[in-house]
């Protein structure tokens, strides 16, 4: 797929904006705890960049920050509590959710964290018990 150089994101109301440039290093579903209880959703849309392809053009005032381990650090919009994306310093990447980039081509390729999925998903993409072994999982597969 081709990607153009930049897509532009916000929050709900609009009071952070941000442009995501260049070509994601992955995409797909996250199914854990964390990611479904943190979006008040079955399943999380992903898409993963490098920190330096994120730009925040407007409202980076307005962005607060929580982490509950050293491994994820969500940001969202303090004005209208809008998700943005979450930090992962140790994967030198970040989460930007598919929902908050308009116009993204959004074409996910794996399901992560399978094994704890509250909505199972017959895609025939690959699931994955945990993380795959490159992003310091266990890389184990499991059934659709």
Not at 5 to 18: I, K, N
Not at 91 to 112: C, K, N, Q
Request: charged fraction near 20%; proline fraction near 7%; hydrophobic fraction near 30%.
């Amino acid at each position: 797929m081709s990607y153009p150089e930049t897509y532009r994101g916000q929050c709900f109301c609009g009071a952070v904006q941000f442009t995501v440039t260049g070509e994601p290093a992955g995409m797909g579903y996250c199914h854990c705890e964390s990611c479904r209880s943190w979006s008040a959703a079955p399943v999380n849309a992903f898409t993963l960049w490098k920190p330096e392809a994120l730009n925040v053009t407007r409202g980076a005032d307005d962005i607060g920050t929580y982490n509950k381990t050293p491994h994820s650090y969500r940001k969202w919009c303090k004005s209208c509590g809008g998700h943005l994306f979450t930090e992962h310093p140790g994967l030198e990447l970040i989460d930007v959710y598919a929902a908050v980039i308009a116009d993204f081509p959004y074409e996910p390729g794996v399901h992560v964290h399978y094994t704890e999925s509250r909505l199972r998903m017959q895609d025939g993409l690959p699931k994955q018990k945990d993380l795959p072994g490159e992003m310091g999982g266990s890389g184990i597969s499991v059934a659709e």
